[in-house]
């Protein structure tokens, strides 16, 4: 039934193609001149309509999302159908901001605004104070008061993110208020206001980033039973994840604690690790849950690889080959950009051949290997016994010959020079010197009438080192005689580097299942790594774990892995419905890939989960145990949009070691910047450092125990907890101190394990350089690292996140040992960068640490020695350099030989000692009829006597 008409002007007949326009019912129906009409349901409409009268025909803009206009229209038809309009729009408007009232309440002022409900407020609530502010003189006419001071609210905040920032903080300050008894008592103290709104805050995802001692676990406590108390869950709706069973359990027993001293009766939820939480969702969803010997015996899981590798052996000798190929990683020196990068290659790698000879280099252990495999018995640099002819231009080529390798039952010669077909060598090489090196061998060989063998670069870089190497020696007829299989097993397995082999794909075989690869993603990862072998490598570690797999399904057992891995798929097929609108994990910095996957099914599939992570950038320690820290410092991108709440304020430790603790960590710029407050403040600072030193001799036991009764005489009640990178030195000092006598409680922790644990105080040992130093030089390969989650790019960003663990530990005060010689790097950061801390020690003066860095190779450290013939320094890097340095007769520090005198680096002291300008030895003063002269002291020796004298000069 037509109810208003309005029909067009007399210009109109020209200009628009409407015949008229009319309201039929609850719909607005334009009709054409060609028959056709085009229709609006009324009901749509979120603004009113606008008349906008011309001097021969009037508009009606219907203010829709197209912005539609009806134009050349009659003037006083138009004005009664646009009245008409507005009165209908004004009643279902009335009705849009009644409903926008009830959604607003139901999802921003009842509950935490989500961001999965902004949608539904962008097109219920928002829209309409968008419209209302475009057009408020039309919509105060036509609305009621109410409304129009509701719509003039709404949109004095135009934008929505800041509407939802309002809206949001409107709600936390009401819940503040209304919980303020419940915050207050359902902890031993009461909540700080970070805690709380970390309780508050219930978005789709959350992420509550917690400090140490800041009270994470509080946190997730207090967030379970506010859920449930304020009846926005069941108990059965809540789940909470632990990292381990330890946790678990202490979150558990912290519940039911804090339950009953907030007088509330409610039954705990479901609180488990991520395997138990599996094995229960497989249990209910029927499948078999029998748990592998693998999951529990490494030493099975290590038995059953090398049975398997040695199969593959005895049948494929070609397989064979692989494992022996495949026993170091290829490493091409072209790669090495300077000395330091080639130095630091030759400190951490070493290379024991199938011969056990320690070789330098990968391609000298190649060589070395393909000579064992072949029955040919070679040396490895032996001192060339003929005489050296030399010119004295060539005598500073190489004074002292060793050639890389002696195939002495044949006398022959083989060297492998580290050039490519144009005679160029790698970056911090000389090329000229280098070249002039290997004529001056040449040439040597050729005078001594020796034969030498030439092997290159390229030839391993060209893929024909062996081919090279068959053809040489075949024509200097030297018997080939490849070992059997058997042989050749015999060896890997007595020598121990088929061992570390299993060791090594047992790793990546770690790697592998915690980051769910695909077969294709594990070819993907080992080729970006840059291995020269990658195709091969990829091969082998895929055989490997279709074995695994298939040795699981033939055992109809499951290992740790498959719990989280068959229940992400039992989810996924809808065999387990997710009861849980909850979900809470603790330790979040160190989920793995797999374990986000489950996640992540966990909440798609469940019906409006709302996820909360509780973790600590700062803490991320177990990367080598599939830890993903991406997952928490780029969790707007991996996770999701989210609400963040950061909880600084510390009750566990003073602010001295915060201060050094904090900015010590936030040297990484890939982590969250936190400004970490303590309850308690100290004026004096709480972290010393001590030398391990003990009557000069490097003694850590005896210097942990005389920490022990420093402690103990200030504090005899307070618990003291010996931290250590590695567990063989906590037990060399428990030994020590197991018949000592002590008052205090005493604990004894290494630094991956003191996660989640306090003591009043902290004693931290091993602070040294090297591969079992801290930091820890000792990296992973890189066919493992390529397989592990993407590291950040910081030096030693895990290690040092290890130290903060450490150092956070502490209540009162925390002790670092450490050697005051083979400087560990975070010690020397620690003095040279300025840290608040106390060095109780004056070796650890900045002068000192400087003198004590060597001269000739990058990053070696002179260190104090004795030997034969008395006490000297020698570097740490002792398989690339060779620098000796006396000791300083005044001082004991190190003195470095000039020409004629040797002069101690002490700036302190700069003793000049004089030496043999002949032999180098020292030169003594002694007395003669025309009075008193320097000697040196090698005189009176039998063999190698000196009888070398100078003038004594006066100063």
């Known amino acids: 039934m037509v109810q208003y008409v309005a029909t067009p002007s007399w210009l109109g007949r020209f200009f628009t193609r409407i015949k008229w326009v009319s309201i039929e019912q609850d719909v607005l129906v334009v009709h054409f001149r060609d028959m056709t009409k085009q229709q609006f349901l009324l009901s749509d409409f979120s603004n009113f309509s606008v008349l906008q009268n011309s001097l021969f025909s009037a508009k009606i803009y219907l203010c829709d999302p197209n912005n539609t206009c009806v134009s050349f229209l009659k003037k006083a038809e138009a004005d009664v159908l646009n009245k008409a309009l507005n009165k209908y729009f004004s009643n279902t408007l009335e009705q849009k901001v009644n409903n926008a009232k009830t959604l607003l309440k139901r999802y921003a002022l ?151 001293h907030a007088n509330l009766s409610i039954k705990p939820p479901a609180i488990l690790t991520f395997h138990a939480l599996g094995l229960k969702l497989l249990q209910d969803a029927k499948k078999s849950t029998k748990l592998s010997t693998f999951a529990t015996d490494e030493i099975q899981q290590k038995t059953w690889l090398t049975a398997w590798l040695y199969k593959q052996m005895q049948t494929d000798s070609t397989f064979l080959k692989n494992v022996v190929d495949l026993l170091h990683e290829p490493v091409d020196i072209f790669s090495f950009k300077s000395s330091a990068e080639y130095e630091r290659y030759v400190r951490d790698n070493e290379y024991r051949s199938l011969a056990g000879l320690k070789v330098k280099s990968y391609q000298e252990l190649l060589i070395s290997n393909w000579l064992y495999l072949q029955s040919v018995e070679h040396e490895y640099e032996p001192h060339y016994k003929n005489k050296l002819e030399i010119s004295a231009e060539d005598i500073t080529l190489n004074a002292q010959y060793n050639p890389n390798f002696h195939l002495s039952k044949y006398n022959i010669y083989l060297e492998h020079f580290d050039i490519d077909r144009e005679g160029n060598t790698r970056a911090d090489i000389n090329k000229k010197r280098y070249n002039e090196q290997i004529a001056f061998k040449r040439k040597l060989h050729k005078n001594n009438n020796t034969i030498l063998l030439e092997t290159f670069h390229y030839n391993w870089f060209e893929g024909k080192l062996e081919r090279r190497l068959s053809k040489l020696l075949k024509q200097h007829s030297v018997a080939l005689v490849p070992l059997n299989d058997d042989e050749v097993f015999s060896t890997l397995n007595n020598s121990g580097l088929l061992q570390q082999g299993v060791e090594k794909y047992l790793k990546c075989l770690q790697a592998i299942r915690a980051e769910q690869l695909t077969n294709t993603q594990i070819k993907q990862r080992i080729k970006q790594s840059g291995l020269k072998n990658h195709q091969r490598y990829a091969a082998m570690l895929i055989a490997i774990h279709n074995a695994y797999m298939q040795e699981l399904h033939t055992q109809h057992a499951i290992d740790f892995d498959d719990m989280i891995i068959h229940a992400t798929k039992a989810v996924k097929k809808g065999e387990f419905s997710v009861p849980w609108s909850h979900i809470l994990v603790d330790e979040f910095q160190d989920i793995s890939g797999a374990r986000m996957a489950f996640l992540n099914t966990l909440i798609n599939k469940g019906k409006s989960v709302r996820f909360t992570a509780v973790g600590d950038d700062w803490q991320a320690i177990y990367r080598f145990s599939g830890g993903n820290l991406a997952f928490t410092t780029r969790f707007n991108e991996l996770v999701g949009g989210h609400s963040l709440t950061m909880l600084q304020k510390t009750f566990r430790y003073n602010n001295s070691i915060s201060d050094v603790a904090g900015r010590f960590v936030m040297q990484n710029p890939e982590q969250y910047k936190k400004l970490i407050s303590t309850h308690t403040q100290v004026t004096t600072p709480h972290v010393i450092l001590l030398d391990d030193l003990y009557q000069g001799t490097k003694s850590i036991e005896i210097k942990v125990q005389q920490s022990i009764s420093t402690i103990q005489k200030n504090d005899a009640s307070a618990s003291i907890a010996i931290l250590s990178r590695y567990r063989y030195m906590l037990n060399s000092v428990q030994q020590h101190l197991k018949d000592k006598k002590h008052t205090n409680s005493l604990y004894f922790w290494t630094l991956h394990s003191a996660k989640g644990l306090e003591a009043d105080y902290c004693i931290i040992i091993g602070f040294e350089q090297g591969k079992l130093g801290f930091p820890s030089d000792n990296q992973n390969s890189v066919l493992v690292e390529s397989l592990l989650p993407e590291q950040d790019e910081f030096t030693h960003s895990e290690e040092r996140r290890l130290l903060y663990v450490g150092i956070t530990r502490a209540k009162h005060k925390a002790y670092l040992i450490a050697d005051p010689y083979a400087c560990s790097a975070f010690v020397k950061e620690l003095v040279n960068d300025d840290y608040p801390i106390q060095i109780a020690s004056t070796l650890f003066n900045k002068s000192q640490l400087k003198q004590r860095e060597c001269n000739t190779c990058s990053d070696g450290l002179i260190v104090p020695k004795t030997g034969q013939y008395g006490n000297y320094y020698s570097c740490t890097n002792t398989q690339i350099c060779e620098t000796k340095l006396r000791v300083c007769k005044s001082c004991s520090s190190p003195s470095v030989d000039k020409s004629t005198y040797s002069q101690c680096v002490n700036i302190e002291c700069k003793t000049q000692h004089p030496i043999c300008e002949k032999c180098g030895r020292e030169m003594r003063k002694r007395k003669s009829k025309h009075g008193e002269f320097l000697g040196c002291s090698g005189f009176e020796l039998k063999e190698d006597s000196c009888k070398n004298t100078r003038k004594l000069t006066v100063t």
Do not use: C
């Open 110 to 260: 009842d509950e935490f605004l989500r961001d999965s409900s902004i949608e539904i407020l962008n097109k219920a609530v928002f829209s309409l104070s968008k419209n209302y502010a475009h057009n408020q003189t039309v919509w105060q006419q036509h609305l009621s008061p109410v409304s129009v001071k509701f719509l003039s609210i709404l949109s004095s905040t135009p934008k929505t993110a800041d509407a939802v920032a309002q809206l949001r903080h409107k709600y936390e300050q009401k819940q503040l208020t209304l919980r303020d008894n419940f915050y207050n008592n359902v902890e031993s103290n009461p909540l700080t206001t970070e805690q709380r709104l970390a309780v508050i805050r219930d978005n789709d995802k959350n992420l509550v980033l917690a400090a140490a001692g800041t009270g994470k676990t509080s946190v997730m406590v207090a967030k379970s039973l506010d859920l449930i108390a304020r009846g926005i869950a069941l108990p059965e709706q809540v789940l909470v994840l632990a990292y381990n069973k330890t946790a678990a359990q202490e979150l558990k027993e912290r519940f039911i604690k804090r339950a009953a």
